[in-house]
């Protein structure tokens, strides 16, 4: 789960990283009032609040001198989409003098089967830049979970970072609390980008990111609170209501499937018949016709599918309550994409009576089905 920035520093200062105080506004107005009230005539950032990075040079990051400007700027950033996200809220801050920026940042790391820490001088801009040209610029260090980022850890990577002992110590004080933040709300990701230096000295964070381990959101309440479905593509907010796993992807093969191993085959499936899937779909193993309505309710709002695959496999699934999903759904809703259905194991026979007697094929053969599905998505984009 995304956190916007403003949720990202909130945890971030209340774990002790110093981070200038702001306040949301969805109105030039209310942008206005804040900077009046927190401005103190000096200059303020108006930022785009978004699940998404590089803002900045999007223009969704913008330096104001006054009130009235920040004003202005939010007017011009309310509303704007940025990588296809809409901008619903501001966060205005007041502005720091930057003499440096550097990267701070904690994923969890396959290889090392441990949290990260990475940290780079080269910060403010695109980290996955500096990784791919200049990786030798990041440098990393895992942490044992069991003991948690250790003093000389910090601050041997902040030393990477500021020759000044001072800011170094300041630095890895940072990067500790930034962990205990990370863990203490079961992120997969957090990071400082810019952690910046200012000419008096300081260190400090102007920018958060936290993503947050959707595993962790039972044990977290109060974290699983901060979730705005405005900022997520509404296909993903109905699926997660509806109970569905479902991760929308840019093809043309709307996939229903029950069972992640199975949606994972068939989508290896579909690109190896020299097709693209539109979706990662898993209906679950629990029987319920409801649930493939509102699968197929969700995969066929999707403008790009040409063609639509059920691949079941009947365990604890039962292939009839699947046909009478497909049945109800399509009384309810008229498909425009042609469906092509694969169901086998348990029910089987009476899945396809259910189906044949409202006009649809079934097949068994899981190669056939999505060779089908493949052929149908590319006839439907020629037309
Ligand atoms: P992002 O582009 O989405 O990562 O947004 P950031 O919050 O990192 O802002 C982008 C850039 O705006 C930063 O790298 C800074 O260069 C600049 N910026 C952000 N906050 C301040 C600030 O308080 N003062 C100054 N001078 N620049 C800032
Ligand atoms: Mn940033």
């Known amino acids: ?12 200062r209340r774990h002790g990283v110093p981070v200038p105080a702001g306040e949301i506004a969805a109105t030039p107005e209310e942008a206005r009032a804040i900077a009046a009230r927190i401005g103190g005539g000096r200059p303020l950032v108006v930022k785009a609040q978004v699940h998404i990075g590089g803002r900045g040079k999007a223009g969704g990051v913008k330096l104001a001198r006054d009130a009235a400007e920040a004003a202005a700027h939010a007017a011009k950033i309310l509303g704007m989409t940025i990588k296809g996200l809409t901008v619903h809220n501001v966060l205005v801050v007041p502005a720091v003098d930057i003499t440096s920026e550097s990267y701070v940042g904690i994923i969890v790391d396959r290889a090392s089967q441990r949290p990260l820490l990475m940290v780079s001088a080269a910060g403010g801009v695109d980290i996955e830049e500096v990784a791919a040209k200049t990786p030798e610029r990041i440098y990393r260090a895992p942490v044992d979970p069991r003991y948690g980022l250790l003093p000389h850890q910090a ?17 890895a004080d940072i990067m500790r609390k930034l962990y205990e933040a990370f863990y203490a709300v079961g992120a997969s990701l957090a990071e400082i980008n810019p952690l910046a230096t200012t000419p008096d000295g300081k260190v400090v964070a102007l920018d958060a990111k936290v993503v947050i381990d959707d595993n962790e ?24 209501e509806a109970g569905l796993t479902f991760i929308k992807l840019d093809g043309s093969v709307g996939c229903c499937v ?17 097709g693209e899937p539109a979706n990662f779909l898993d209906i679950g193993g629990s029987s319920n016709p409801q649930k493939v309505v509102a699968a197929l309710r969700i995969i066929s709002a999707d403008p790009n599918v040409r063609a639509i695959l059920f691949n079941i496999f009947g365990g604890i699934t039962r292939c009839d309550d699947v046909a009478n999903g497909i049945v109800q759904a399509t009384g309810q809703f008229p498909l425009k994409v042609p469906l092509v259905i694969r169901l086998t194991g348990t029910n089987e026979e009476l899945a396809v009576r259910i189906l044949t007697q409202a006009g649809f094929a079934a097949l068994t053969d899981m190669d056939e089905a999505v060779k089908q599905a493949v052929a149908k998505a590319r006839a439907g984009r020629a037309a």
Request: glycine fraction near 6%; aromatic fraction near 6%.
């Open 258 to 274: 029950n069972g992640a191993g199975l949606a994972m085959a068939t989508m290896d499936l579909v690109k190896y018949y020299g």
């Open 155 to 171: 601050l041997g990577l902040a030393l990477r970072l500021y020759r000044d002992i001072a800011q170094a110590r300041a630095a």
């Open 1 to 12: 789960m995304n956190l916007h920035e403003y949720q990202a520093r909130e945890i971030l």
């Open 217 to 240: 959101l039972d044990r977290h309440p109060e974290i699983a609170a901060l979730r705005d479905d405005s900022a997520e593509a509404p296909s993903e907010v109905a699926a997660r």
